[in-house]
């Protein structure tokens, strides 16, 4: 069963930056992939970025285009952790942000459904 477990969330104003990480029971030697979802007050679930890992040379990513220029995701192979970067954060970067799995090969951009293994998500909040 793979696990996962998203720590870094907080509250920030308008402009500010959080790091979220997601830990894993992956080995990042291995391809899978890893992506970070936000959900809404509407309860809508948006895929902002992914990471493919497990890969020789440069990891693919992918990010939404609302957060490109903005977020970066990365990941740490020894410690089987993905990390997102959020800088200049709006409010409507607002909402739990969640980690998922899939096995290879990627979604990218696919929707929740496509992803088979959840965090339990950590809160952001950003302030005018």
């Known amino acids: 069963q793979v696990q996962l477990m998203e720590s870094g969330g907080g509250s920030v104003q308008a402009g500010g930056s959080l790091r979220l990480s997601c830990g894993t029971s992956?080995?990042?030697?291995?391809?899978?992939?890893v992506n970070w979802f936000r959900q809404g007050p509407q309860n809508e679930r948006e895929n902002v970025a992914g990471v493919n890992t497990g890969l020789a040379g440069p990891a693919y990513t992918y990010y939404a285009l609302s957060v490109k220029g903005r977020f970066t995701i990365a990941q740490d192979v020894a410690n089987s952790t993905v990390w997102l970067e959020m800088n200049n954060l709006k409010p409507a970067d607002a909402g739990i942000y969640f980690c998922?799995?899939?096995?290879?090969?990627?979604?990218?951009?696919?929707?929740?459904?496509?992803?088979?293994?959840w965090g339990q998500g950590t809160q952001v909040t950003v302030s005018l």
């Open positions: 998922a799995a899939a096995p290879f090969p990627c979604p990218g951009d696919g929707t929740s459904d496509r992803f088979p293994y």
């Open positions: 992956l080995d990042f030697n291995r391809r899978h992939c």
